[in-house]
């Protein structure tokens, strides 16, 4: 069973510059502050007795970490120590920007019990970064996933489809920059205008256009089955709905949806579902297979992708269930004629 994540929001904090996209006090729905040592051993108990028997994390989110101050770094981790030392925490986990990691820093963060660190890098395509002002180049995040695995460190990567100047071909060659790095996960935010923002001026001046959810959830499935192919985890699809973001007024543009994740899933599932149908007699009366957990993604919201099958093969779905016997990435069809069983692998 996976850690309970203790998040600590120092939102900005640490940045050099404030990149056209970015405002963490709306995103995270909290204000970047560093905790002090009281805050940061309460918040910890919290947890803790909300969730006894399981294993815990401490997770530091929303700035650049290795940015700050090494004393403010030094602080915040020395607290931690002795719950490293008695196993109330099993791990640390940072966030941070690619030009703020070395091999310098990466030892230190390895020699202060972090375990995972997460890089904002959000395109490797030198044009998309400096529209949206990162500061940073392609070869700076390369250098850090270096330092950091050299470390013996683990390492995530986050990638932001959809920026200023990029493209779905662009996104697809950051992706493959990246998973020649070998990762140990991504985490993947189709861009978003946030009121407040440079690129909410840009977007109501009308010099930026963001994508559709149609066009995220295209530009996502390809991602989402590269990075499978590579056998690069793929976390996180979207960003967490908070109540900052889903108040009136704050996400003005872009494919925020509660549900991201799962439109993904579940365009992946429609494709592979396609491929089974084709072939299969018009008129048929058919049913699916889905692995354990998965029938809603089969399904689609608003029973969408069976309304598509019907209406594209001429075939009516009697009925989609769980069959426990398949693989995460299977998804078999049953109709008068035979069986079939497919993997998402293969598509």
């Known amino acids: 069973m996976r850690p309970v994540v203790i998040p600590f929001f120092i939102s900005h904090l640490g940045c050099p510059q404030r990149c056209v996209f970015c405002d963490q006090e709306k995103i995270a729905g909290a204000r970047g502050v560093l905790p002090d040592a009281s805050q940061l051993l309460e918040k910890i108990a919290a947890y803790r007795a909300g969730s006894p028997g399981r294993s815990f994390e401490a997770a530091f989110y929303g700035g650049s970490f290795t940015a700050l101050p090494r004393s403010d770094q030094q602080y915040l981790l020395a607290v931690l120590q002795p719950l490293l030392a008695s196993g109330e925490l099993s791990s640390l986990r940072l966030s941070t920007r690619p030009d703020a990691v070395d091999a310098a820093t ?8 972090v375990q995972t660190v997460e890089l904002g890098v959000q395109s490797m395509n030198e044009e998309v970064l400096a529209l949206a002002g990162r500061g940073h180049t392609a070869r700076h995040a390369e250098l850090a996933v270096q330092a950091l695995q050299d470390a013996g460190l683990e390492v995530g ?24 790095l070998r990762p140990n ?8 205008v946030v009121a407040g923002t440079e690129l909410a001026a840009r977007f109501e001046a009308g010099s930026y256009t963001a994508l559709s959810v149609d066009q995220a959830v295209d530009w996502c499935k390809a ?14 699809l979207g960003l967490q709905p908070t109540a900052e973001l889903d108040s009136p007024g704050v996400v003005l543009a872009g494919p925020y ?9 579940s365009e992946l599932c429609y494709d592979l579902m396609c491929s089974l149908v084709s072939g299969i007699p018009k008129g048929s009366r058919v049913g699916f297979l889905a ?3 998965r029938t809603s993604d089969l399904v689609g919201q608003g029973r969408r992708n069976l309304a598509r099958l019907a209406e594209r093969f001429g075939v009516t779905v009697d009925k989609v269930r769980e069959d426990a016997s398949l693989a995460a990435d299977a998804i078999g069809v ?9 993997s998402l692998q293969d598509l």
């Open 106 to 113: 990466a030892s230190f963060l390895k020699g202060m019990g």
């Open 157 to 180: 990567v986050q990638l932001m489809p959809g920026l200023p100047g990029d493209s779905r071909e662009r996104t697809m060659a950051s992706l493959e920059r990246i998973l020649v």
């Open 185 to 192: 996960f991504l985490r993947i935010y189709p861009t978003l």
């Open 223 to 236: 991602l989402l089955r590269a990075a499978r192919q590579a056998g690069v985890p793929v976390i996180r």
């Open 257 to 265: 949806h509660p549900a991201f994740g799962q439109l993904v899933e």
């Open 291 to 293: 692995p354990a957990g």
């Open 334 to 342: 049953e109709w008068n004629g035979g069986q079939r069983v497919g």
